[in-house]
Every structure is written in C-alpha cells, then in structure tokens.
C-alpha cells in the first residue's frame, strides 16, 4: 500500500521533516531485526520517529482514521520478526523518546521512556547505587521493547523476567487514547491487569511510550564459578541438588564445550576450564564477603558431590569479566553461520532429554545444533546452523542442504518441547517466525480468546498486523 501525499504531509507536521524517513536507501535498518534469513524482510512505507507521546497518540489517530498499519520499533534486536514491517505498514520508532524522567530512591522506582537503551539505563539507576534485575543479554535493547517481549536472561531464576518489574505503563492505543494501567504500587487488585495483558503482546495491542519499573538496592558482591562436568546430564542434574541445599544462584548457565573453543578462538580469551564435556557457569550474588566465602563453598560442595570435575573460582574482576565476556560473546562467535536461535522453555529436568533429542536430530539432518542456556529455569537456546561442526571447526555447507532442513529441525524439536511440558518460547516472543507454530502449545479455546482481545483494543488491525496471532 502506498501512502498518498496528504497522509506523508499530514505524518511530516506531527513529526517534522527531520524524522520521517521515506528515502529507502536510510529504511533498510528498519526492514528487519536479527533473524537471520531474508524472506520475512519487508521495507516499511516509511519510518516515523515520534518525540513525545502526544505525538505517538497523533499518529495512532491518523494511522485508525486512514487504516494505515504500524509497526512500533524499539532498538530492532527481536529473533523472531517481531518489529518486521508489514506489507505497506509505517514503522513508528521510538528510539528519539529516550528521556530517563526519574529514578526514585525513596520508592525505588524508575520512570522511563521506551526508547531508553537497556545499558543507559543500568548505568543510570546504578549511579544511584540501585540495580534493575532483569538481564536479557543485549543492552543495546529499548525497554519498551523488552516489555512488549516480556525478556526475560540469565538472572530469571533468582529475580524473575521484566514482568516482575513492570509497575506501570503508558500506553497508546490504536485510536490515539492513552491508557496508565498500575503506578508506583506493589499492590493492585482494581479490575482485569490490563497491565499484565499489554506485557509480552508484542506491539499488537498498542504502543507502549513509557513505563515505571521497580528497582532494587545493589548487591554487594558478585562471583562467578565454572564448573566442568562429565556429561550433560550431569551438569543439568546438580542444579536441583543446588536449591535443595536452599541455594539460589543470580544465573546458572549450561555451556558445552564446543561453543567455548570457538568463542575462545574468536575473542583471543582463554576460558578456566578444559575438563569434561559441559560446564556450569553460576553466578552468585551477596551483601558481604564473608556470605559469599560460605556460599561459594557451599556451591562447591554441593556440585563436587554431584559429580563435577573440579570448580573454578572467578573472583577478580578480570577473571569474572573474562569469563563473562567469552558467554556473552557466543552468539558473535558463531552468528556468521547461525540460521536461527530457538527460544524453547521446557520443565528443567527435562533438560538433558531435550538436548539429546537436539544430538538426534543434529545427526539426522547433518547440520550442527549448539545447545545451551539456562540451566535452572529450562531455557534451552539451540542454534540451527548452516555448518556442520567437526572437533573444533565449522564447516559451511551448500544451501541446498542446510535450507530444507530447516523448517523439518524447528518442527521436530517444537513438538519434543511440547511433549515434555514445555513451550516455543521462554522470552523471545512469537513475531512472525514462530506464529505458525502456535497451536502446537495453545488450545483453539486459548487462541481464539486472543484474537477476541485482539479485535477488542484494535478492531481495525492496525497495530503490528501479522504478529503473534
């Protein structure tokens, strides 16, 4: 759909000039988000940047009274389609409201726009000596969308994914109007949590312009520990050993030893451990020293009884940043050859089942399947690949063989997941890769009450069309 001159006119008044982009060469960024292949790629009519919620609800206005469709846009780091463009649809990014409005000591509370940049603001409450938990990885991302996501990372199973930290939106609806469902509460029992509804709804219910979000006081003191163990099975099993000892890890990640080496090589960076097959990364968190001395030791303790082939203890700020640093950076080490990163969420004992189902199919299709992630919430991140992978080196493959392969890979290892009691998505979201996926997990009870919802806040379709449902 092509927009006609008075529409372009009437976006460039709200917006300026300045930010309305209609020049495709400066609209590619905006035609996709880090999914990797091309197919779901659109160019948007144009690209809007509004600065203010007044003129978000202007837009939102114009786009129901015309039909325009709109895609919101925070910082375009989704894995699954989510802020691609629909066919002839508007990207409204909103990367220019980025303001931090306050940082609340006394209710431990921030309030903050939803083009704010993930990193800027942990650096922001942290200047004030108070920490946002949630941490799902990628700082370049924009808290409004983390929110329509419901990201979750690392740090979920002591803390909890955004969700818990969400007190209050700001939201505009298709129409224009402006909701604030919540506020500076710890308490809310007023009616339905349409709160709760518009986070995860992944832009498809309205935009969200701005949030006030729960902090907590610093911790102290971190540590992290890499523990080796012999197999998978292992290494996933020690974790319920962990919390029945009543320990809680900030993260326990599992990381097989194949993506370690190549990460190594890609950063120049030497991990601690060269035992076994598969390691626990577990970082722990404490108010002294002394607390973290016996929770260490304790860690230890209960892992070496499970088995574990020795317990690397990071406790500088060098060795902590360098083993975190070879984590973090996985995906870059292996991006250039990865298709796409499943998000699957299974019951954590089913773990080690699920990962060999991944071995099965890794050797059925002969494309190689890095699995790894969190190993005390049932994360399970598997990469499909257009490589295979032998001791220590991938090797590329031809299209034809990796890319009919794919498809069959994603839908065998959704229905395992399914049938162990878990889902398609931990925190990833749906957008537009997994959606045909959906009924695999949901009922056509559960599905068709979405799309009520759907049709309720936005009975015109306007709003990220072709999303989710």
């Not at 409201?97 to 006394?106: L, S």
């Not at 034809?400 to 065998?412: I, N, S």
């Amino acid at each position: 759909m092509a927009l006609g001159d008075e529409i372009i006119q009437k976006l460039e008044k709200i917006v300026g000039a300045n930010n309305l982009l209609l020049d495709e060469e400066k609209m590619v960024d905006y035609s996709h988000d880090e999914f990797s292949l091309p197919e779901i790629r659109q160019m948007p009519a144009l690209v809007v940047k509004p600065g203010s919620t007044a003129e978000v609800a202007a837009i939102m206005k114009l786009a129901e009274e015309k039909v325009i469709p709109i895609v919101p846009r925070g910082g375009g780091t989704g894995l699954c389609g989510g802020c691609v463009p629909s066919e002839g649809a508007v990207v409204l990014s909103l990367e220019r409201m980025n303001r931090i409005i306050e940082v609340d000591q006394d209710n431990l509370m921030a309030v903050v726009e939803a083009g704010v940049r993930l990193g800027d603001f942990y650096q922001a409450v942290g200047e004030k000596n108070l920490f946002f938990p949630p941490h799902p990885g990628e700082e370049s991302a924009m808290i409004g969308g983390l929110i329509a996501t419901n990201a979750g990372g690392a740090r979920a199973v002591k803390y909890g994914v955004v969700r818990n930290y969400v007190r209050g939106l700001e939201v505009v609806l298709p129409g224009g109007e402006v909701i604030r469902p919540g506020g500076k509460l710890l308490k809310n029992s007023t009616g339905y949590s349409l709160l709760h509804l518009l986070i995860g709804s992944e832009g498809t219910l309205g935009v969200i312009t701005q949030a006030i979000l729960q902090l907590l006081p610093t911790p102290s003191y971190y540590r992290t520990l890499v523990i080796p163990f012999g197999s998978l099975e292992e290494a996933v099993e020690a974790v319920p050993a962990l919390f029945k000892a009543k320990i809680i890890p900030l993260a326990v990640e599992f990381v097989p030893k194949d993506v370690i080496q190549i990460t190594e090589k890609y950063l120049k960076k030497t991990w601690p451990s060269r035992e076994g097959t598969t390691d626990l990364l577990i970082i722990l968190d404490a108010s002294s020293e002394n607390e973290m001395d016996a929770l260490s030791e304790r860690v230890a303790e209960v892992c070496l009884d499970q088995g574990a082939l020795d317990v690397y203890v990071a406790d500088s700020p060098a060795k902590q940043e360098e083993v975190l640093a070879i984590r973090s950076q996985i995906y870059e080490a292996i991006k250039a050859e990865t298709i796409e990163i499943l998000d699957i969420v299974v019951p954590r004992a089913e773990i080690p089942a699920h990962v060999r189902k991944v071995q099965e199919v890794s050797h059925r299709y002969g494309l190689w399947l890095p699995t790894f992630g969190h190993a005390a919430d049932g994360n399970v991140h598997t990469h499909i690949m257009r490589c295979h992978y032998d001791q220590g080196v991938c090797y590329p493959l031809p299209e034809e063989q990796w890319k009919p392969a794919v498809d069959k890979v994603r839908a065998e290892l959704y229905r395992d997941a399914t049938q162990r009691g878990g889902l398609i998505s931990g925190e990833h979201g749906i957008g537009v890769v997994k959606k045909p996926y959906l009924s695999l997990v949901l009922t056509e009870v559960e599905i068709a009450l979405m799309r009520r919802i759907k049709k309720v806040f936005d009975p015109q379709g306007i709003c990220n069309p072709g999303k989710v449902i």
